[in-house]
Structures are given as C-alpha cells and as structure tokens.
C-alpha cells in the first residue's frame, strides 16, 4: 500500500508510516498542478497546505483516504472525494498551542508596537519618546469569535494577560461561558462593539465565508485591534481595507488574501503595506511542537485505517443514514448465508445502505444488521427465513 504525502512531514513521522508496512513516496515540493498525477497507485495521500482538487479524485481510482495534515479541509474539493466515496480526515485541535501563541504575539506587537520598535533600532535610531506610548492589555477586553480548540487557548492566554475576556460562538449557551470564565456575546457585532481585541478562530465554510463583515468592523472601537489567524476569507476583505487605511483599526494577520502556494514568492497586498497592519506569513502552526502533533495524528488516522478499517476524524461520512427500516437476521456462521440475504433484496430492489455482522464465540452464529432504503414486504421477509439451515431468526423494524 502507498502513501503519498505532498507536502512537509518530520522525518520521526515518516518512519512511523513506514514501520506501518506501508510504501512511503514523500514529495514535499511537488506542485498542486501535478498532484493528480502523482497520486495514481496510491492509496492514502496525505496533505498540508496543497489544493486537492476534483481531478484528484476522478484520477485515482486507488486513492482511499486523504488526510489533512492540519485543521480544516477548504483546501481539498471534499464533495469530489465524497462521489469517489474516498475518505477525507483532518487533524483538529492539534495546532491549537501554536495558532494561539502567534495570535497573542500578534496582539503584542500592535500594543507594543515591536516591529517599529526593531526598524527604528536596525535603522540606526532611538526613539524611546514614541515607543513609550502604549495602553497596555491588562484591564482591556479580549473578544474571542469561535471558540473551538485555537479559541479556547486564546481565551486562556487572554486571561493570563489579566484581560476581560468575551466570547461568540453559535455553541456557547449560558452555562459555557461561565465554565470558560468568559462573558458570552449574542452575535459578532455585540462582541465587536465592546472589545479592544477582536481575534478571529472560525472555520473557513459556506456560511463563516465573509462572516466579519462591513458592520462587524465598523462595530470595532476606535484604536482597536483586529487579529486574524483563521483564513483570510473569514474577513470582509474590501471592508477591512477601507477600515485600515483611514487608520480607524490595526490589523494583525497571519492570514492573506491571494496568498501565493509556494513557500517563498513576491507577494504585493495593499493592506499588509499599511503603517497600522501588523502581517506574518501563514505561519501560525508553523511551530516543531505543533507540527510533530499534527503528523503524530496523521500517523494515527493511517494506523486505525489500515489495521482497523476505520478513519478518525472524517469529515465526509453521512451523520445520518438515509435508511427507513432495519433488517435484523440472526444466522448459521456458514458460507453463503449472506450472499443468500443480499441477493434476495437485491431482486426486490431495495438498496442497502449500511450492514454490519457480528460472529458469536465459537463462530457457530452471527447476527447481521442491514439498513435498506426502504421496508421490505412481508413477501420477502417469508423469503429469508424460508432457510432453516442459515437463518435462525429474521425481522425488519423501522427507522
């Protein structure tokens, strides 16, 4: 079985993979362009930051799983893998330390305007007068958007600064907030308008796309800071341009719009050129600890899939089945006994959607659990327990 992994990967985790029994083919500086190439014969693909797009998947007729080496999925076309029935998986919650501590630096920085501070000095100048002014964090208000594991840790970090720390989330109730020590906002607005940091942890989807909106921001106070380490589609781009170049907000991003794919490239944004726009470069889990957790977890996910058959974190299996009935057959643990049960609801035109059999100890029975698309007739039930000699019991309940 080969594994393809496009992208960066410690060499520790690589041998993991290989001690797997698994074929390693590690192409960290292979272009997206060339991907659906690449992956042919392979099995498992496992990405950081490169596009997966459709092509990859009409391609690959072996390709199994895909694994996200990081938070989200926006980077791989998951409805395409879902109608190859390929598995896509990520890596949650296991960049969360070092998302957080670049956005806390970033919130840092504005307050304290240190990269102005290290300028001046590498330039040759002091200027002690100008740099003294800052207001500080402590006393001021932290608003954390989305509170999943990068949010927590910012809520954390904010607290340790001696800051009042609010929160929106379409989670948070009442009893969260108060678990997490942290005043619970009804809406991005209302928590924009009462916070002198506003720091973005949302997933990139269909309804957070452009969720920090023209009114979001202009809710923002004065001199308030906006920190992004999320993605950069999260943000009202224009909107967030226009605010920061009249100089109402600062800005600290680790997250751009049109970012280039490669790791080093001429990159022009007209809002990272700003005096008040404090901007890295998409490196918030870019951190040894946070990419050892990462490919730690990937290693995991590939281990359940090959010993295991299943897939942790999967994105893209159904919640809810689209079956109406189960079929219960309690059966001889005997050749054919299934194939019998298959093809008799296969001629009634009835579609399995999921089917699970469990052998007994000492193998003699097995129970088998058949979700169908609809409830077969009493015709067909007749029909399966018309063999005594495989079927010990059969009946449908429905869903």
């Not at 019998?340 to 088998?368: D, H, K, S």
């Amino acid at each position: 079985m080969r594994v393809l992994v496009a992208d960066a990967f410690p060499k520790e985790r690589l041998a993991d993979v290989a001690a797997l029994g698994l074929t390693v083919d590690h192409r960290p500086d292979l272009p997206a362009r060339e991907l659906p190439a690449a992956v042919a014969g392979a099995s498992a693909l496992v990405v950081r930051g490169k596009q997966v797009s459709a092509e990859v998947f009409q391609r690959a007729d072996a390709l199994s799983l895909v694994i996200r080496a990081g938070a989200g999925v926006n980077t791989i076309d998951v409805a395409a893998a879902s109608r190859r029935g390929v598995y896509v998986a990520n890596c949650p919650g296991q960049n969360a330390v070092a998302v957080a501590e670049l956005a806390a630096g970033l919130m840092l920085a504005i307050d304290r305007r240190i990269p102005d501070n290290v300028e001046r000095l590498r330039a040759g100048k002091w200027d002690k007068k100008r740099f003294s002014e800052a207001r500080g964090l402590f006393g001021r208000t932290l608003g954390v958007a989305g509170l999943g594991p990068i949010g927590r840790e910012m809520v954390r970090r904010g607290q340790a600064f001696g800051m009042h720390v609010a929160a929106w989330s379409r989670s948070l109730d009442d009893a969260g907030a108060r678990e997490l020590g942290v005043e619970r906002a009804p809406d991005l607005v209302a928590l924009a308008r009462r916070c002198d940091v506003l720091s973005l942890h949302l997933p990139l989807t269909a309804e957070t796309r452009g969720m920090v909106g023209r009114a979001v921001l202009e809710a923002l106070p004065a001199g308030a800071a906006l920190v992004n380490t999320a993605r950069a589609e999260v943000v009202d781009q224009a909107a967030l341009l226009e605010q920061a170049r009249a100089g109402r907000i600062f800005v600290g991003t680790d997250v751009h719009a049109g970012e280039p794919e490669k790791g080093q490239a001429d990159f022009e944004s007209e809002l990272a050129r700003l005096p008040n726009v404090y901007g890295t470069h998409h490196i918030g889990a870019s951190t040894e600890q946070a990419q050892d957790a990462i490919a730690r977890e990937a290693v995991r996910i590939l281990a359940a899939f090959v010993r295991e058959g299943t897939v942790p974190n999967c994105v893209n299996v159904t919640r809810k089945s689209p079956a109406r009935a189960r079929l219960v057959v309690r059966h001889l643990d005997k050749v054919g006994v299934l194939a019998n049960v298959l093809t008799a609801i296969r001629e009634a035109g009835i579609n399995v959607e999921e089917v699970q059999n469990t052998v007994f100890e000492g193998a003699a029975a097995a129970c088998c659990t058949l979700q169908l698309d609809e409830r077969p007739r009493a015709e067909l039930l007749d029909r399966i327990r018309s063999r005594p000699d495989e079927v010990i019991f059969a009946d449908c309940f429905d869903l």
